[in-house]
Nanobody, 124 residues
Framework: QVQLVESGGGLVQAGGSLRLSCAASGLTFSRYVMAWFRQAPGKEREFVAAFGRRGDSTAYADSVKGRFTISRDNAKNTAYLQMNSLKPEDTANYYC?????????????????WGQGTQVTVSS
């Protein structure tokens, strides 16, 4: 079956950096849009970033644009999220997601597969 496994979360001070990884298995990785979402306590899961199948398109939430970078290595079946200049408001559980469909990829309901999440906590 398809599995997405996130890693790289942790505790970091404001202004610091983390790199999240999402290792995928059980799917043809290049056929899937890969994305990161996050969910803070008491809030809905929200879109963070996505990387298209063709390698020529990325999308970012306004709140992270310029600070976060999404990338993917199809040979390694792995997606990444480089997070720089972290802020306390970035604190959340971060989820990796994958979808093979053609719909908009900023919405939770369009994604077929999800990882279990990795916690990112940013202290002030």
């Amino acid at each position: 079956q398809v599995q997405l496994v996130e890693s790289g979360g942790g505790l970091v001070q404001a202004g610091g950096s983390l790199r999240l990884s999402c290792a995928a298995s059980g799917l043809t990785f290049s056929r899937y849009v890969m994305a990161w979402f996050r969910q803070a306590p008491g809030k809905e899961r929200e879109f963070v970033a996505a990387f298209g199948r063709r390698g020529d398109s990325t999308a970012y939430a306004d709140s992270v644009k310029g600070r976060f970078t999404i990338s993917r290595d199809n040979a390694k079946n792995t997606a990444y999220l480089q997070m720089n200049s972290l802020k306390p408001e970035d604190t959340a559980n971060y989820y990796c997601a994958a979808d093979s469909g053609s719909g908009s990829h900023i919405y939770v309901y369009n994604y077929e597969y999800w990882g279990q999440g990795t916690q990112v906590t940013v202290s002030s």
